[in-house]
């Protein structure tokens, strides 16, 4: 049997009105790849939070041996002393600085208060190296993807010895390939004996990386499960997690849509900085009440922009084009102007863009929305609160109250307070961008749900989608874009990945149609 590494015994941890661990266990084996799994709020990111020394010895219950000695970190400090590195799923980099300078920041490479940058910078090569980055290392993080920047974090913690890697939802904001890359570094820091414990939504990565499997609900450890003696599939996985077999990861949804509500026409966007610098080219679709649209592309595609610049042009220059809604062709030219004319765009980014974490749960809930709720500039306190109750009942937002400051909630809960947001303004087209993201099976069909009651009620609803089989479980039709293009569409039986995925790479349009009819 392999040396145990790390033992958790017996964890609680407690915030007001909440018990986010309630006696938790984890023992992880020297040199495997842990995973741990859970619902969006099952306490997996605070446990590790314990572990790493974020939350200090005294702040929680329980004893945690690294081995086999008993260890009470008073910060992250400590923790990164004895070998812990947790890279978070908001990256700590500091986008002004270069590589080897945030590989090393705090922990600068030289003597008597003077860096010693020859050896910085040849540390820092060596470290790039290890992780398969080829960039320079004078490249400062703003320059460089996300996908990059999750290896400078892995690099950044190989050079404090690391011992166990802690992982929070390393792939969630990657693409395909740059998510099998990072995987694949995994398996070779475990060929050198490093540990790691990944927490992760995405099952299949779970079942192609890990060695063991932790399964935490509600705040309690319910077992942990050998991959290969186990035989551990995705659905025994989601059981352990939710409680309950999901025999259909979506809903149940006919699909009888109406008239067309919106219709974009040779829509043509331009860089806001690099204005001669050409981002969408001639898009061209069409949405109909109670449609369920998909927009697939890989990333830089152009689909986040693209619905950014409909949506009063918050994104972009030289917008032109034609945008109907409703049969009256609208132009708009700020955010406002656009919600009054019945658009709506949840964002990617809900922690940049769509929620005020600071604010608490009622205050977001009604922020697209003040008109509604106030008399000459004078908000109706007793009717904001009466919304926001009635929305915390209906979209099941895990909260104590909704005063709670929303940047506390979890991923899922914080996804729901937008969509309640959005759903309060009452649109005619909502657009989803990435609406599942870093979001637990659970929680997903709940919003599964929630879209589809949306598009039952008229609504049109475009939703875009790194993952294609949630567009294809979702959307009666799915457009493929590249490069700026929309390269053509699939539609209904023949809605599949590889027809998608051959779209998605095409480098002209040709707005190839594939739908049930088509010839072989």
Same mark, same amino acid.
């Given at each position: 049997?392999?040396?145990?590494?790390?033992? %958790?015994?017996?964890?609680?941890?407690?915030?007001?009105?909440?018990?986010?661990?309630?006696?938790?266990?984890?023992?992880?084996?020297?040199?495997?790849?842990?995973?741990?799994?859970?619902?969006?709020?099952?306490?997996?990111?605070? @446990?590790?939070?314990?572990?790493?020394?974020?939350?200090?010895?005294?702040?929680?219950?329980?004893?945690?041996?690294? !081995?086999?000695?008993?260890?009470?970190? =008073?910060?992250?400090?400590?923790?990164?002393?004895?070998?812990?590195?947790?890279?978070?799923?908001?990256?700590?980099?500091?986008?002004?600085?270069?590589?080897?300078?945030?590989?090393?920041?705090?922990?600068?490479?030289?003597?008597?208060?003077?860096?010693?940058?020859?050896?910085? $910078?040849?540390?820092?090569?060596?470290?790039?190296?290890?992780?398969?980055?080829?960039?320079?290392?004078?490249?400062?993080?703003?320059?460089?993807?996300?996908?990059?920047?999750?290896?400078?974090?892995?690099?950044?913690?190989?050079?404090?010895?690391?011992?166990?890697?802690?992982?929070?939802?390393?792939?969630?904001?990657?693409?395909?390939?740059?998510?099998?890359?990072?995987?694949?570094?995994? @398996?070779?820091?475990?060929?050198?004996?490093? $540990? /790691?414990?990944?927490?992760?939504?995405? @099952?299949?990565?779970?079942?192609?990386?890990?060695?063991?499997?932790?399964?935490?609900?509600?705040?309690?450890?319910?077992?942990? &499960?050998?991959?290969?003696?186990?035989?551990?599939?995705?659905? *025994?996985?989601?059981?352990?997690?939710?409680?309950?077999?999901?025999?259909?990861?979506?809903?149940?949804?006919?699909?009888?849509?109406?008239?067309?509500?919106?219709?974009?026409?040779?829509?043509?966007?331009?860089?806001?900085? !690099?204005?001669?610098?050409?981002?969408?080219?001639?898009?061209?679709?069409?949405?109909?009440?109670?449609?369920?649209?998909?927009?697939?592309?890989? %990333? +830089?595609?152009?689909?986040?922009?693209?619905?950014? /610049?409909?949506?009063?042009?918050?994104?972009?220059?030289?917008?032109?084009?034609?945008?109907?809604?409703?049969?009256?062709?609208?132009?708009?030219?700020?955010?406002?102007?656009?919600?009054?004319?019945?658009?709506?765009?949840?964002?990617?980014?809900?922690?940049?863009?769509?929620?005020?974490?600071?604010?608490?749960?009622?205050?977001?809930?009604?922020?697209?929305?003040?008109? =509604?709720?106030? /008399?000459? $500039?004078?908000?109706?306190?007793?009717?904001?609160?009466?919304?926001?109750?009635?929305?915390?009942?209906?979209?099941?937002?895990? $909260?104590?109250?909704?005063?709670?400051?929303?940047?506390?909630?979890?991923?899922?809960? !914080?996804?729901?307070?937008?969509?309640?947001?959005?759903?309060?303004?009452?649109?005619?087209? &909502?657009?989803?961008?990435?609406?599942?993201? +870093?979001?637990?099976?659970?929680?997903?069909?709940?919003?599964?749900?929630?879209?589809?009651?949306?598009?039952?009620?008229? =609504?049109?609803?475009?939703?875009?989608?790194?993952?294609?089989?949630?567009?294809?479980?979702?959307?009666?039709?799915?457009?493929?874009?590249?490069?700026?293009?929309?390269?053509?569409?699939? !539609?209904?039986?023949?809605?599949?990945?590889?027809?998608?995925?051959?779209? %998605?790479?095409?480098?002209?349009?040709?707005?190839?149609?594939?739908?049930?009819? *088509?010839?072989?």
């Amino acid at each position: 049997m392999a040396d145990i590494l790390l033992d %958790m015994k017996n964890i609680i941890k407690q915030f007001p009105g909440v018990k986010a661990l309630d006696n938790v266990n984890l023992q992880v084996k020297q040199g495997d790849i842990h995973a741990l799994c859970g619902e969006n709020g099952a306490g997996k990111s605070t @446990l590790m939070k314990v572990l790493s020394g974020v939350y200090e010895y005294g702040s929680y219950e329980g004893e945690i041996y690294f !081995q086999n000695e008993l260890c009470m970190f =008073k910060d992250v400090k400590q923790s990164e002393e004895k070998g812990i590195a947790i890279i978070h799923q908001e990256l700590a980099l500091i986008p002004e600085l270069t590589i080897s300078e945030n590989i090393f920041l705090g922990h600068e490479r030289g003597r008597y208060g003077i860096v010693d940058w020859d050896e910085t $910078t040849k540390v820092a090569e060596s470290l790039l190296k290890k992780v398969n980055l080829t960039e320079s290392v004078q490249s400062k993080i703003k320059h460089i993807g996300v996908g990059k920047q999750q290896l400078v974090e892995i690099a950044k913690a190989l050079a404090k010895n690391v011992k166990l890697l802690i992982l929070d939802e390393p792939t969630a904001s990657l693409n395909e390939t740059d998510s099998q890359n990072l995987l694949k570094l995994l @398996l070779e820091l475990k060929q050198e004996g490093i $540990t /790691s414990i990944i927490i992760s939504h995405k @099952l299949n990565e779970i079942k192609q990386v890990a060695d063991e499997v932790t399964i935490i609900r509600d705040g309690q450890t319910i077992e942990t &499960l050998d991959v290969k003696a186990d035989e551990v599939t995705e659905d *025994r996985i989601i059981r352990g997690m939710v409680g309950r077999s999901l025999s259909n990861r979506f809903p149940d949804y006919e699909t009888n849509p109406g008239e067309t509500i919106l219709e974009v026409k040779d829509w043509n966007v331009y860089h806001p900085i !690099q204005r001669d610098r050409q981002i969408i080219f001639d898009a061209s679709f069409h949405v109909k009440k109670g449609e369920i649209v998909g927009i697939a592309g890989l %990333m +830089g595609a152009g689909r986040t922009e693209l619905a950014m /610049s409909m949506f009063g042009g918050s994104y972009g220059s030289k917008i032109s084009g034609s945008l109907t809604i409703n049969g009256k062709e609208s132009s708009f030219s700020s955010v406002s102007e656009a919600i009054k004319a019945g658009l709506a765009y949840a964002t990617e980014d809900r922690k940049s863009y769509g929620l005020i974490l600071m604010n608490d749960v009622k205050e977001n809930i009604s922020l697209a929305s003040l008109n =509604k709720l106030s /008399s000459q $500039t004078v908000i109706r306190d007793f009717e904001e609160v009466s919304v926001a109750e009635d929305f915390r009942k209906k979209m099941r937002i895990k $909260t104590p109250n909704i005063q709670q400051k929303t940047g506390n909630l979890s991923g899922g809960n !914080q996804q729901k307070v937008v969509l309640s947001k959005w759903i309060f303004s009452d649109p005619d087209v &909502l657009i989803l961008d990435e609406p599942t993201r +870093g979001i637990d099976v659970g929680a997903k069909y709940e919003i599964y749900t929630i879209i589809q009651e949306l598009a039952e009620k008229g =609504k049109g609803i475009i939703m875009i989608s790194s993952e294609l089989p949630e567009l294809i479980g979702m959307c009666s039709r799915v457009y493929a874009m590249n490069k700026g293009r929309i390269t053509g569409e699939v !539609q209904g039986e023949s809605l599949n990945q590889e027809d998608l995925m051959r779209l %998605m790479t095409k480098e002209v349009a040709i707005h190839e149609n594939i739908s049930d009819n *088509r010839s072989e």
